[in-house]
């Protein structure tokens, strides 16, 4: 009697060590939310912040970038469950927590990253990119240099008060 209990308690903790290595897997399937998202973070540590979120899911699994003025962080891990997105990040040895509600193409949440904690809002603005492609590179063309200029002549205006005070 004292060894079918003892086969049965085995039986429930491989289950219970089963079943909770399978929820710490990044988990993706279709349907799951991705794509590329911009918005804004508001951290109480650094004020209102532009970022881009570039989300994908490969072989399952969740992958993709966080990329922000104080850095750029990895997807290390996360899960989608009851329409609640949650993002593991990390850079080095900085790691932080996503926890988003999904509505429609709009990620809403918070975050916390070490002793700084914040609201979170992206809304998405088209299909992932390929692996590598927001990380910055100085290795453009002719046109593509262009491009940018022509975009950073646009925006300057919209985010700067008075720009260009300093030319006539």
Known sequence: MLLKKLHNWAWI????T??????????CK????????EGTVIS???????????LRCADGSY???????VGTYSVEG????????????????DR?????QVDAAVLHGTFVAGDDTGLIEVRRT???????????????SKEQWHEDLKFYLGELPKRHINAFHHIS
């Open 13 to 16: 903790a491989l289950i219970t």
């Open 18 to 27: 089963l079943a909770n290595a399978i929820s710490v897997r990044a988990e």
């Open 30 to 37: 279709p349907g799951y939310p991705t794509g590329y998202f």
């Open 44 to 54: 109480k540590q650094a004020g209102k912040l532009e970022v881009s979120l570039n």
């Open 63 to 69: 992958e993709g970038d966080l990329v922000t003025p």
């Open 78 to 93: 996360g899960s989608f469950d009851a329409g609640n997105l949650r993002l593991q990040l990390g850079a080095g040895g």
């Open 96 to 100: 932080v927590s996503v926890e988003l």
């Open 126 to 140: 088209g299909e992932s990119r390929p692996p590598g492609s927001s990380t910055p590179t100085l290795d453009l």
